[in-house]
């Protein structure tokens, strides 16, 4: 919410693209992230309560630990996925318009939440005394293909992220003249 509001304070042409931009990106990582609960929930009968309830998953589901690694550190803001375009793009608009403080603060909140992201990875492929849950993946599950979706969009949005800038800079030219 932090980004959305740098973005919205800028008052300007290019933070309201931004902020659709930031936007979308994130839904579209918070969807690909909550697929993943709700596909270890309905496949395995088993909630996932506690975040040791992940460990090993590399060993025992790997394609699924590379999505969710890939969410991750694009949640995180990690180059060249987009999450880090989206955060990249607010923190441009907000120096714009001389928001420096808050657009320092921002990239280090940013850092500091990158801590808790990686350290979910490193649970899920460093951290093997726990034996966790042993989730299976069954082809023929209809959010595979959200998964699916939501990890291109993710990992490939650098090859072109014209098309959603472009998409974003209507929509904010639309409501900005409104």
Do not use: H
């Amino acid at each position: 919410m932090g980004f959305l509001l740098i973005a919205f304070a800028t008052g300007s042409l290019e933070g309201v693209s931004s902020l659709f931009f930031y936007l979308l990106v994130y839904v579209i990582m918070t969807l690909n992230i909550w697929s993943v609960v709700l596909f270890l929930s309905y496949r395995n009968k088993v909630n996932i309560r506690y975040l040791t309830d992940l460990q090993n998953l590399s060993k025992t589901n790997p394609v699924l630990a590379f999505t969710i690694s890939m969410n991750l550190f694009s949640m995180a803001g990690v180059p060249p996925l987009a999450g880090f375009f989206a955060k990249m793009y607010v923190f441009f608009s907000g120096l714009e318009v001389s928001l420096n403080l808050i657009v320092i603060t921002g990239i280090i909140m940013s850092v500091l939440s990158a801590f808790y992201y990686l350290r979910l990875i490193k649970l899920m492929y460093f951290d093997g005394a726990y034996q966790g849950v042993f989730f299976s993946l069954n082809k023929g599950f209809k959010i595979v293909y959200v998964l699916g979706f939501t990890l291109i969009i993710i990992v490939f949005l650098f090859l072109n992220p014209d098309i959603l800038i472009l998409f974003t800079e209507c929509l904010g030219i639309f409501l900005f003249s409104c």
